[in-house]
Nanobody
Framework: QVHLVESGGGLVRAGDSLKLTCAPS????????MGWFRQAPGKEREFVAS????????YYADSVRGRFTISRANAKNTVYLQMNSLKPEDTAVYYC??????????????????WGQGTQVTVSS
């Protein structure tokens, strides 16, 4: 079983940047497609970005495309989410997930089998 650990969240102002990191404990995530999701209070968990095993073909939610970049460093067994031009509406707990079962709907939380505990991102106006 893979256990994921997110880090890098914090309190920033609108327009600032943050870089989130997702690193597993236990098995490697090198072989798995990975994704980032977020959940604001009172809302459902929503898709942010995904990346395949090789690190190419990233896919983004419309709300973050052009501002966020997902990447991975398989040599470091780590996945990143670079967030630029942050907005107050980006405020949420951010989670990384691993698609270990081969599910193909990359934007659905139910396709991800392993999750981290989340890291809080708060953007003030």
């Amino acid at each position: 079983q893979v256990h994921l650990v997110e880090s890098g969240g914090g309190l920033v102002r609108a327009g600032d940047s943050l870089k989130l990191t997702c690193a597993p404990s236990g098995r490697t995530v090198t072989n798995y497609p990975m994704g980032w999701f977020r959940q604001a209070p009172g809302k459902e968990r929503e898709f942010v970005a995904s990346i395949n095993r090789n690190g190419d073909s990233p896919y983004y939610a419309d709300s973050v495309r052009g501002r966020f970049t997902i990447s991975r460093a398989n040599a470091k067994n780590t996945v990143y989410l670079q967030m630029n031009s942050l907005k107050p509406e980006d405020t949420a707990v951010y989670y990384c997930g691993a698609r270990t079962s081969g599910a193909v709907l990359i934007t659905s939380p139910s396709s991800y089998d392993e999750w981290g505990q989340g890291t809080q991102v708060t953007v003030s106006s």
